[in-house]
């Protein structure tokens, strides 16, 4: 019995060489963290190169070449902004939330956006969706998702019984309210509409439009490089709102700062690519099994890494192997669902 | 010094807290005691400021808890509620060194690390520093919530039971520390304890506490008479005297 | 849990008294309102009469049976998770009866009706017993928990479907058939809704032990009631009836969680006499949404299920509000 020997006060403590609270203790468990991490860089960068070259039709070096690369450069570097925004703003708001069973995906983002995007097809037929594309009206989705929850936040987390469970809950039902017109309005529409209007209802990587890039980049740099800093006041909401407030920091405001984040994040990834309900999901649980440490510091950069190595990763089997990129996001939407059941027959408690 | 002026929370119009006129001494252990449900967590959480006031001001050594910073405030009391769950996996060491928090925001120096070593070796954690909470038993565990408060330096100190489901001789042995703490480093410790005669042995100073108001504050030896925790708790209790001062008997 | 269903005080109050009969006479009018009010005109054309028998009567049929059960169903939730914010739409129970149809449909194209059914209550069991297994296995602290993760699990189920659906080309087929509608409920096909009737029956005769089980296993056994067969025999009843309701009538969003909710805001927790009360309500609120949907945009029709989503999500949502006030 360990307890027994603590127990005895006179147990001189063994002069120790290093004591130190960092957040990998022993050079063993640093030395797996950045070994991960190398890992996950490495194939990060192998199947961001071979998206971009494997498998080009035209002779390297030819004008031809060049414009492929472009043309799968631009779906890298979507995938790479979807992984930033979906692996920073999940693993925030389940650190804020306390609750890692929860993905910000289901406060509405998605329902607002398939209820818009069925909407103008509905009222517009098939111009309705060219009168959504454009880059004013991709900040307007962005401005109309971000509006949404921040109202949502102002209404649910001011005065005296804000409470986040019910913001999570009101979130859901006001999607799930959402989604029952849209359900409605498809019923409504030609199966011709419903083909156009079923592509923009999955994730999808090569639908983004490479004139979005220059706003999203920004809005999903700025919006990380915010949270990154807040990384170490994320370290102390893990430990809920009483340890919060109790070591200084504004629990109410501090949440507030990181949900708007996160839905800075979350809207440009939707608005960018469609609804990606479980991918958030899916990367932040591999993450905190990669990292194995409660820093956010070290956690965030394993996510962003890990969400972007699962869905090139995807990507390039899909494509070269089974000939199907069609059904990526789809697939690891099922992968990530499947995950959420076995991680809360697994949990102990919520 | 702790000093509570008019202080009151309502919930419903039967459940209230106060109004609650109360000066706590700096120096030395406070318990507060009282039947279930009678407000002395409620009041300690209040004083933490983990709960809002509805009227009256609560000041800790002249800072007024509502009006402060909550950062400033935090490096002059640090709070421990009872419950304690946390979705990160923490070793002890990681989790006392977050009571640095407060003066390193997080970014801990070799000044830090020394204060979390102490605080570690003082509640004779040494040996478990590098071990995850989920892997200690519930006694250890409800030591490194203590040393992390602790840790945070701060001259009060606020414990909502901290010896809750903790058997005997973990019990004393943290009470132990904790009269330690209060008398070798100069903290005021408010102490929300179940079992009256831990209180009556430990403790400076004795809270009583039914319905929501103060029935009686002083030294010990003033709570601790059979009239007092008769009316306190509601039962028949008589104070005898025990090998080590007055002991309630009430069954 | 602060949301816990107080047991029934056995005798408290009478089964049957006058406002109990007030309310049932209520129900009768908006249900002779669904016989009368439709864009087919059954008393001048000249095969109104049979138009009334193939169309009418079974539509104010199965509105009866689908109301009182899916209001039922959700009691019956409550009661054993003892939560009261669960029903089969916030636990997945309906997409899982979803999946089981769809995959029953794809694996046996020209399946009866019967078929179908089994199928889908088949899934609706397992999905309802794979959310109670995860309950049981968590500790919660806050009752707002169970939903969030219910409506987590149902939009897995849904993303499977919708997956499976996409592959065999059935989307938009899957959208109508989810969408719950009376539109299509026509004499020779709403005959199956017959047998959640029973379950209405055996709910009313068993509820009580139903509130014992979910006071947990330990107090369920003290008082000598075998916990695992009570909870079998409702995931049972439960499955039932989302399954045979979700082929014949299609999804019925928030039913389950307002009605009961509603009873026990306005009475109190009494569960015996609140049973029948619950059975009205649903009756009522699903015959006025069919109603309103049948006559917002004559001639054409509005689903049932979306005036019930809104409404439903509207009701729930100040639910909510109000629990928060009261802690």
């Known amino acids: 019995m360990a307890e027994l020997t603590t127990a005895v006060r006179a147990t001189p403590t063994p002069p120790r060489t290093v004591r130190t609270s960092a957040a990998l203790p022993g050079t063993r468990r640093a030395r797996r963290y950045w070994l991960v991490l190398i890992?996950?860089?490495?194939?990060?960068?192998?199947?961001?190169?071979?998206?971009?070259?494997?498998?080009?039709?035209?002779?390297?070096?030819?004008?031809?070449?060049?414009?492929?690369?472009?043309?799968?450069?631009?779906?890298?570097?979507?995938?790479?902004?979807?992984?930033f925004c979906q692996a920073m703003a999940t693993v925030a708001f389940q650190t804020v939330t306390t609750n890692r069973i929860v993905t910000p995906s289901i406060l509405g983002f998605e329902s607002l956006y398939v209820a818009v995007q069925t909407g103008a097809i509905y009222l517009l037929g098939a111009t309705g969706l060219t009168m959504l594309t454009g880059v004013p009206q991709f900040i307007g989705q962005i401005v109309l998702m971000v509006g949404l929850a921040v109202a949502l936040y102002g209404w649910l987390l001011s005065g005296k019984h804000g409470n986040l469970h019910v913001l999570l809950l009101i979130g859901i039902i006001i999607g799930a309210g959402l989604g029952s017109v849209s359900t409605f309005l498809q019923r409504l529409l030609t199966p011709s509409e419903f083909d156009l209007l079923t592509a923009r209802l999955f994730g999808s990587i090569s639908s983004a439009d490479a004139d979005y890039l220059p706003i999203a980049v920004p809005l999903a740099a700025g919006a990380g490089l915010?949270?990154?800093?807040?990384?170490?006041?994320?370290?102390?909401?893990?430990?809920?709102?009483?340890?919060?407030?109790?070591?200084?920091?504004n629990h109410r405001r501090e949440l507030v700062v990181v949900l708007v984040l996160v839905a800075v994040l979350m809207a440009t990834s939707t608005a960018l690519v469609g609804p990606m309900t479980f991918l958030g999901f899916l990367v932040a649980t591999l993450a905190y099994q990669f990292a194995d440490t409660h820093d956010h510091r070290h956690v965030l950069p394993v996510a962003v890494l890990t969400g972007f190595v699962v869905l090139s990763g995807a990507y390039f089997v899909m494509k070269n192997l089974f000939y199907a990129q069609g059904v990526v996001s789809i697939i690891i939407e099922l992968v990530g669902g499947v995950t959420f059941l076995v991680v809360i027959l697994r949990k102990g408690r919520l | 010094m702790i000093t509570l002026d008019g202080v009151r929370k309502d919930y419903t119009s039967e459940v209230r807290i106060g109004p609650?006129?109360?000066?706590?001494?700096?120096?030395?252990?406070?318990?507060?005691?009282?039947?279930?449900?009678?407000?002395?967590?409620?009041?300690?959480?209040?004083?933490?400021?983990?709960?809002?006031?509805?009227?009256?001001?609560?000041?800790?050594?002249?800072?007024?808890?509502?009006?402060?910073?909550s950062k400033d405030l935090a490096k002059v009391v640090s709070v421990l509620r009872q419950e304690n769950h946390f979705?990160?996996?923490?070793?002890?060491?990681?989790?006392?060194?977050?009571?640095?928090?407060?003066?390193?925001?997080?970014?801990?120096?070799?000044?830090?690390?020394?204060?979390?070593?102490?605080?570690?070796?003082?509640?004779?954690?040494?040996?478990?520093?590098?071990?995850?909470?989920?892997?200690?038993?519930?006694?250890?565990?409800?030591?490194?919530?203590?040393?992390?408060?602790?840790?945070?330096?701060?001259?009060?100190?606020?414990?909502?039971?901290?010896?809750?489901?903790?058997?005997?001789?973990?019990?004393?042995?943290?009470m132990k520390h904790l009269h330690r703490a209060a008398a070798e480093l100069g903290r005021t410790i408010v102490i929300v304890l179940h079992d009256v005669n831990f209180a009556s042995h430990y403790a400076d100073y004795i809270c009583a506490v039914k319905d929501g108001a103060v029935v009686e504050f002083g030294p010990c030896a003033q709570v601790m008479t059979?009239?007092?925790?008769?009316?306190?708790?509601?039962?028949?209790v008589q104070v005898i005297d025990g090998p080590n001062g007055p002991l309630a008997v009430y069954y | 849990m602060t949301t816990a269903v107080t047991p029934a005080r056995p005798g408290s109050r009478t089964l049957f008294d006058w406002k109990l009969l007030?309310?049932?006479?209520?129900?009768?009018?908006?249900?002779?309102?669904?016989?009368?009010?439709?864009?087919?005109?059954?008393?001048?054309?000249?095969?109104?009469?049979?138009?009334?028998?193939?169309?009418?009567?079974?539509?104010t049929i199965a509105l009866v049976l689908a109301g009182a059960a899916m209001s039922m169903c959700g009691l019956v939730m409550q009661l054993l998770t003892q939560n009261r914010f669960v029903e089969p739409t916030t636990t997945g129970t309906t997409e899982w009866a979803g999946l089981g149809l769809l995959v029953t449909m794809i694996l046996f194209p020209s399946a009866s009706i019967l078929t179908r059914m089994s199928g889908a209550v088949i899934a609706a069991f397992l999905g309802t017993m794979l959310f109670f297994a995860f309950l049981r296995q968590v500790s919660l602290r806050s009752s707002l928990i169970v939903p969030i993760v219910g409506i987590m699990l149902g939009a897995v189920v849904g993303s499977v479907s919708t997956f499976v659906a996409l592959q065999t080309d059935m989307l938009q087929?899957?959208?109508?058939?989810?969408?719950?509608?009376?539109?299509?409920?026509?004499?020779?096909?709403?005959?199956p809704l017959w047998i959640v009737a029973a379950v209405g029956v055996v709910v009313f005769l068993v509820a009580d032990r139903f509130t014992v089980a979910g006071l947990g296993e330990e107090i369920a056994t003290t008082v000598g009631v075998s916990y695992q067969r009570v909870v079998l025999l409702g995931t049972v009843l439960i499955a039932l009836a989302t399954g045979v309701v979700t082929v014949v009538v299609g999804n019925l969003p928030f039913l389950g969680l307002?009605?009961?909710?509603?009873?026990?805001?306005?009475?109190?927790?009494?569960?015996?006499?609140?049973?029948?009360?619950?059975?009205?309500?649903?009756?009522?609120?699903?015959?006025?949404?069919?109603?309103?949907?049948?006559?917002?945009?004559m001639p054409f029709e509005v689903p049932v299920s979306l005036i019930l989503g809104v409404v439903g999500a509207a009701v729930f949502i100040i639910l909510i509000l109000r629990q928060r006030r009261h802690g």
């Open chain 2, 20 to 69: 609650v006129d109360l000066a706590i001494p700096a120096g030395g252990i406070t318990a507060l005691i009282g039947p279930n449900g009678a407000g002395k967590s409620t009041l300690l959480t209040l004083i933490g400021r983990l709960l809002g006031l509805d009227a009256g001001t609560i000041e800790i050594a002249g800072y007024d808890v509502a009006r402060t910073r």
């Open chain 2, 226 to 236: 059979a009239p007092v925790l008769t009316e306190v708790f509601d039962t028949p």
């Open chain 2, 87 to 174: 979705i990160t996996r923490l070793t002890v060491r990681q989790l006392v060194a977050f009571g640095r928090f407060p003066h390193s925001k997080g970014r801990l120096t070799a000044v830090d690390e020394e204060m979390i070593s102490q605080a570690i070796d003082f509640f004779e954690l040494a040996d478990l520093e590098g071990r995850y909470l989920d892997e200690l038993s519930g006694g250890q565990r409800q030591r490194a919530y203590v040393a992390m408060v602790l840790c945070q330096d701060t001259e009060f100190v606020l414990l909502d039971e901290p010896l809750n489901n903790l058997d005997m001789r973990h019990s004393v042995q943290m």
């Open chain 3, 173 to 191: 087929n899957l959208g109508i058939w989810f969408a719950g509608s009376f539109t299509t409920v026509l004499r020779g096909q709403y005959e």
């Open chain 3, 22 to 59: 007030l309310g049932t006479l209520a129900v009768l009018a908006l249900l002779v309102g669904s016989l009368l009010i439709g864009v087919y005109d059954v008393f001048g054309a000249e095969d109104g009469s049979q138009m009334f028998a193939i169309t009418r009567i079974p539509r």
């Open chain 1, 226 to 249: 915010l949270l990154w800093r807040r990384a170490r006041r994320l370290n102390v909401m893990a430990l809920g709102r009483d340890v919060t407030t109790g070591l200084g920091l």
């Open chain 3, 258 to 297: 307002i009605v009961p909710n509603i009873v026990s805001m306005v009475r109190g927790d009494d569960l015996r006499s609140n049973l029948p009360w619950v059975c009205l309500l649903g009756i009522a609120i699903v015959t006025v949404c069919d109603l309103i949907g049948r006559t917002i945009i």
């Open chain 1, 39 to 83: 890992g996950l860089a490495l194939l990060a960068a192998a199947f961001g190169i071979a998206l971009v070259v494997w498998d080009n039709p035209m002779p390297v070096g030819t004008a031809g070449f060049w414009r492929i690369v472009a043309l799968r450069s631009k779906n890298v570097l979507v995938m790479l902004i979807v992984a």
